[in-house]
């Protein structure tokens, strides 16, 4: 099974300071990761995903992560957060079995990310 | 294009009622799955429906079902409803149930009284 991680519950940051939100997964198996936004009383919103190739992707609102195998992290950054970058962000996981998902995902608890003027 | 659509937006139910919950997936879609987000938790998996079978289960009682039709859209349906059953039901999309790039809907509130 897997287990995904999130280990700050909440983070507060002021307007244009960087934030890093973090988050390790656990798995027998290779997976795909995902970052997934939520705002206050709404869905969740693709942010991001690593499926393969480079470790390093970026999103459009300029977030990024870093997929790190031998740590198992997948650490979501921004180089300077909005008021509008307030959010709750989910962290997840998908089991890759050679190239395609079992298209279950398994998501961490979340960190709320306050930004304060 | 139409993302993925959930009805009720917010609902109130009784203990030991029945409730149904719509979705309608992604346009080009055909896998819909549908998770539970009780208050200040992530998301949980329920189940996954691809050509109109279950075909995944998360780790839900029989209580929880689901039903997918010819066009792709889906329903849940909870019976003998709890106050533990409260919750934002999402339903996701996604191309085939291998599909790696899932969308969510806005989800549906129930709350359970």
């Known amino acids: 099974a897997q287990s995904v991680t999130q280990l700050d519950s909440q983070v507060p940051v002021f307007e244009e300071a960087p934030v890093e939100l973090r988050c390790n997964y656990s798995s027998s198996v290779s997976v795909y990761l995902f970052w997934y936004v939520q705002y206050p009383n709404q869905g969740l919103q693709l942010l991001l995903k690593y499926l393969s190739g480079s470790t390093l992707v970026e999103s459009i609102n300029g977030f990024e992560a870093e997929f790190n195998k031998s740590q198992t992290s997948f650490h979501l950054r921004k180089p300077s957060v909005h008021i509008s970058d307030t959010a709750e962000y989910f962290c997840?996981?998908?089991?890759?079995?050679?190239?395609?998902?079992?298209?279950?995902?398994?998501f961490g608890q979340g960190t709320i990310l306050t930004v304060h003027p | 294009d139409a993302g993925v659509t959930q009805s009720p937006t917010h609902l109130i139910k009784t203990r030991g009622q029945q409730v149904t919950l719509r979705c309608s997936p992604k346009s080009g879609h055909d896998t819909v799955s549908w998770y539970q987000q009780a208050l200040g938790q992530g998301p949980q998996f329920i189940f996954q429906?691809?050509?109109?079978?279950?075909?995944q289960r998360g780790n839900f009682p029989d209580r929880f079902s689901g039903h997918q039709f010819p066009n792709y859209s889906s329903e849940l349906n909870v019976n003998a409803l709890l106050l533990g059953d409260s919750a934002l039901y999402l339903c996701?999309?996604?191309?085939?149930?291998?599909?790696?790039?899932?969308?969510f809907g806005e989800g549906s509130w129930l709350t359970v009284v």
């Open positions: 429906y691809y050509e109109e079978e279950e075909r």
């Open positions: 997840a996981v998908i089991k890759n079995a050679g190239g395609t998902s079992y298209g279950k995902l398994t």
């Open positions: 996701a999309s996604s191309t085939g149930p291998s599909g790696n790039t899932i969308y």
